[in-house]
């Protein structure tokens, strides 16, 4: 698994290392944005199974830090990338989806009029 990681494996104890994780985040969803814009699924789900690894201990470290005012503003625009992308990933995610229902729509009907009136109907496997 690529394990792009930006920040080191200390702890996340200080303001300073949250917003270094935070800005992983967004680095990671930039490449997911990446690998779904490239239909690279198999990266996508590589990079998504780190994130949300990273959310979790986020998450989990970020009830004991208290950040300052500026600390905040950063984390929020921060936050606001990372939520810009994600709502484009899925939006690219649901047409991939629509892209995968017609496509096992057409195979299905293909197999069904080959079985109904025994032609052999070429199938078309292009999955990318």
């Known amino acids: 698994m690529k394990n792009h990681h930006i920040v080191d494996d200390?702890?996340?104890t200080t303001p300073s290392r949250l917003l270094a994780a935070y800005a992983n985040?967004?680095?990671r969803s930039t490449r997911m944005l990446t690998w779904v814009k490239e239909h690279d699924w198999f990266n996508l789900?590589?990079?998504q199974?780190?994130?949300a690894i990273e959310v979790e201990s986020i998450a989990a470290a970020e009830v004991n830090i208290t950040l300052s005012d500026d600390e905040r503003r950063r984390k929020l625009l921060l936050l606001e990338q990372i939520v810009e992308q994600d709502l484009e990933i899925?939006?690219?995610l649901r047409e991939r989806q629509g892209e995968?229902?017609?496509?096992i729509g057409t195979h299905q009907s293909k197999r069904n009029l080959s079985r109904s009136y025994g032609a052999?109907?070429?199938l078309e496997t292009d999955f990318r």
């Open 120 to 122: 052999v109907i070429p």
């Open 100 to 103: 995968l229902r017609q496509l």
């Open 10 to 12: 200390s702890p996340l």
């Open 49 to 51: 199974t780190c994130y």
């Open 90 to 92: 899925r939006r690219r």
């Open 45 to 47: 789900v590589e990079e």
């Open 25 to 27: 985040l967004l680095a």
